[in-house]
């Protein structure tokens, strides 16, 4: 809990600020006017019946897809314009709602191509041969087998990640999204059809994330799930935020009890 | 197997290995299905063709192209190149940076259609359907090209280029870049997500494989000395993706192997074929030719049915280090 302390004054001002985001397909308004602030240090839940738009609020938030409006503000940086490449780069990293692994790399290949500052990753880099990259590569495998031991993986790093279970793959992209550094995780239902056992597993993981000051935003349909993990939980219905606080004090609220909680 | 023959088999044989090492980088490892590579070896060879020869005023006149700057080797190997990695930087900016993968590869085909076309007809162009005869082969001012010893030097020069093209390719496909690549091939939203630019990526591999394309063509058309549209259809794109197919896409010793099996041995061998009296009268002129599209067609269909990863798949990449595999 050293870290978290640490990062306390950080907790001050929010991680990620998105505001009045609109993202429209042609008529249907996916998301309509949404505004939501991430803590830092905390795990952040959005929940919502099917359809609210929590899916691409994520991905709008990531940048994976164009916002149609609205401004999102992360760590301090408008970052509204900013591709999701670049997005990735300074820290702001998303998982998928459906298996998102590189197939035919290996597992530790699938952790080892998210690496920033490997100085054999750009084409000149390449041409300048094995010598110019290897102390890097060291470094790096090193780092990614770390992350393996730690996620009880460390037995399958040559097996390619398309053979792993769909739960095994889950695991693959949040140590994929860590060997970014990232400050903000973005998870899009990391428990969805994942075997129970891993789900508690992944429910420790991030535990263990949050309590190293790793901020997170979750899109999670369990609703013990959140919550037992979430900090605060944001409520979305029909692209627009209908609440947020903690899930207890969520159940209290008439109207996001008739619009979810209930139905 | 007279020396002619020897020769024409390995000059052939080099520049098919050459133009599967550059289909291969993108297509096998970065997912790019370029049906428009043939078009990155024709401009290599046709800039090749004018940068080596006199203007076209020479020999009477016979023929029109634009240029000729009788420029010493290997400067005209080297402007192929750069004209294949140049031709790469508008085709790329067009066609990879908004269009869905399928879509791609439509337009790259469309591509190959319309720039045949547009050199048939652009007759005072680079010589329009007739193309461009009496390219003077590479050092042909200081060494008499009809002797065998010049034959086997540009045997020599062709393998100095296959070394050069296969080290590039290497460094490549095996270092971090090369994951990169693969990781884009794989699913490119996801490697968007972990700070890839797919754009940059492939605009990159695309030039790469554009300039190793146009090496090639400089080479061929030093050795046949002529070059037309009619060497440079659409369908030779397919030969070359039916070799990377067979061989093993993502792998260089595959796109070898690959250039080895359908390009050279299976050419080659069908083309004894329609040497052989007997077999060449069988059925209507123009026959066993067609058939050796269907078979390429076939190859290509079988291959991906049966052994979609080809002879020589691409390897698992296992670190030093690491625990050795559970046997399931």
Same mark, same amino acid.
């Given at each position: 809990? &050293?870290?978290?302390? /640490?990062?306390? *004054? ?16 042609? %008529? ?16 952040? %839940? ?58 035919? &790399? ?9 690496? *920033? ?17 290897? /102390? ?20 399958? /790093? ?19 999204? &860590? ?13 969805? %059809? ?27 349909? /369990? ?37 979810? &909680?209930? %139905? | 197997?007279?020396? !002619? ?11 098919? #290995? ?12 970065? =997912? ?35 240029? =000729? ?33 399928? !879509? ?49 030097? !540009? ?8 070394? +050069? ?28 997500? #972990? ?42 794109? +397919?030969?070359?993706?039916?070799? #990377? #197919? ?11 192997? =690959? ?42 269909? =079988? ?26």
């Amino acid at each position: 809990m &050293l870290a978290a302390t /640490e990062l306390a *004054p950080a907790a001050e001002r929010p991680m990620l600020v998105a505001s009045d985001i609109h993202r429209h397909f042609e %008529g249907l308004h996916a998301v309509d006017g949404t505004s939501i602030d991430v803590p830092a240090g905390k795990i952040t %839940g959005l929940i919502g019946p099917n359809g609210a738009g929590k899916s691409t609020l994520l991905a709008v938030l990531a940048g994976t897809l164009p916002a149609t409006s609205g401004t999102i503000v992360f760590d301090g940086e408008d970052v509204t314009s900013s591709p999701a490449y670049k997005r990735a780069r300074h820290g702001l990293v998303r998982t998928f709602q459906l298996p998102s692994e590189f197939a035919r &790399l290996t597992v530790l290949e699938n952790l080892l191509v998210a690496a *920033p500052k490997n100085r054999g990753d750009t084409l000149l880099g390449a041409l300048r041969g094995r010598s110019y990259w290897i /102390e890097d590569e060291r470094r790096l495998v090193q780092q990614a087998r770390a992350l393996l031991k730690r996620f009880g993986m460390s037995a399958k /790093e040559s097996e390619y990640a398309g053979t792993m279970s769909g739960g095994q793959k889950r695991l693959i992209e949040i140590m994929r999204a &860590l060997m970014l550094g990232p400050r903000l995780l973005l998870l899009d239902e990391p428990m969805s %059809g994942v075997h129970p056992k891993i789900v508690l597993e992944i429910q420790h993981y991030l535990e263990d994330l949050r309590a190293e000051g790793l901020t997170i935003l979750m899109v999670e349909h /369990e609703l013990h799930m959140v919550e037992r993990l979430c900090d605060t939980v944001v409520v979305m219905a029909q692209g627009k935020v209908i609440g947020s606080g903690t899930m207890s004090s969520l159940r209290r609220q008439r109207e996001i009890v008739d619009a979810y &909680l209930v %139905g | 197997m007279n020396t !002619y023959y020897a020769v024409n088999l390995l000059v052939y044989a080099g520049v098919d #290995i050459i133009a599967c090492l550059a289909l291969n980088l993108q297509f096998g490892v970065s =997912g790019i299905v370029n049906f428009s590579f043939i078009v990155f070896q024709a401009v290599g060879a046709y800039a090749a063709a004018v940068l080596s020869m006199p203007p076209d005023t020479a020999n009477g006149g016979f023929q029109h192209y634009i240029g =000729g700057y009788e420029l010493p080797f290997p400067i005209p190997w080297l402007g192929g190149a750069i004209a294949g990695g140049l031709l790469a930087i508008p085709v790329g900016f067009v066609v990879l940076r908004k269009l869905r993968s399928d !879509y791609q590869a439509i337009a790259l085909l469309v591509l190959s259609v319309i720039a045949n076309a547009v050199i048939t007809n652009a007759d005072k162009f680079l010589g329009g359907a007739a193309g461009i005869a009496l390219v003077p082969p590479p050092l042909s001012d200081r060494i008499d090209p009809n002797t065998e010893s010049y034959q086997y030097l !540009y045997v020599g020069i062709t393998a100095v280029c296959v070394v +050069i093209a296969l080290v590039v390719a290497n460094r490549i496909v095996n270092s971090p870049y090369g994951r990169s690549l693969r990781a884009m091939r794989e699913r490119e939203l996801a490697a968007t997500a #972990i700070g890839k630019n797919p754009v940059q990526l492939k605009m990159t591999i695309f030039i790469v494989g554009g300039l190793i394309a146009g090496l090639s063509g400089g080479i061929l058309v030093g050795f046949i000395q002529v070059w037309a549209p009619s060497v440079w259809l659409y369908p030779e794109t +397919i030969i070359l993706f039916a070799a #990377i #197919i067979v061989g093993g896409r993502g792998n260089n010793i595959g796109a070898i192997l =690959g250039a080895l099996l359908v390009p050279v041995g299976f050419e080659e061998i069908t083309r004894f074929l329609n040497n052989s009296p007997s077999i060449a009268n069988l059925g209507p002129p123009g026959l066993i030719p067609a058939l050796q599209w269907v078979a390429i067609g076939l190859l290509i269909i =079988g291959f991906l049915w049966f052994r979609p990863e080809g002879v020589r798949p691409e390897s698992r990449r296992v670190f030093e280090g690491a625990p050795v595999r559970e046997d399931r």
